[in-house]
């Protein structure tokens, strides 16, 4: 005996099911990709909310904000500065180490490259900040040479 058809006009079940879990996959996943938003703000008294800040204010251009995480030392490093490109996309914390009064943070500094014959292209590297305790705030002593608070303003 044949299987029963279903009746002309009518659609089969199975179908909507398949239909239906494929739109909330669909549903699904742009909620996940609409929701990542921005990273957590870290804490600002520790190092690695301070290297946070900093990078983002010097990938915003914004100089004086990132000049206030520096110490004067590192501050005077960009006399004879010359800006050699973009800043950095992005800036991936991988370690802290901190001791009494000195920590050092390691990032990964990515930057991003137009053209070549298969498109934009982005490199990276790893580099690190060295940060000093001055009256229990973390300052940075050394940055990446990247990420400079010169970076967006030519000096000579």
């Keep these: 005996m044949n299987s029963p058809q279903p009746a002309p006009g009518r659609p089969d079940r199975i ?19 609409f929701t990542r938003g921005e990273p ?8 690695q909310g301070v290297v ?16 206030s995480y520096l110490t004067e030392a590192a501050r005077s490093q960009c006399r004879g ?25 390691r990032v990964s500094i990515v930057r991003s490259g137009s053209g070549g014959p298969f498109g934009p292209s982005e490199y ?20 990446p040479y990247q990420l400079l608070s010169c970076t967006g303003s030519s000096k000579l």
């Design 81 to 105: 500065f010359y800006e050699s490109g973009p800043p950095p996309a992005r800036v991936v914390l991988i370690s802290t180490t901190e001791r009494d009064n000195s920590a050092l943070v």
């Design 40 to 47: 957590a703000a870290l804490d600002a008294s520790t190092p």
């Design 15 to 33: 179908l909507i099911a398949i239909l239906a879990a494929l739109g909330l996959l669909v549903v699904v996943s742009l909620a996940v990709v």
């Design 124 to 143: 990276e590297m790893e580099d690190r900040f060295s940060l000093v305790k001055s009256d229990s705030t973390w300052l940075i002593d050394q940055a």
């Design 52 to 67: 946070q800040r900093y990078s983002t204010a010097v990938i915003e251009g914004d100089t004086s904000t990132a000049n």
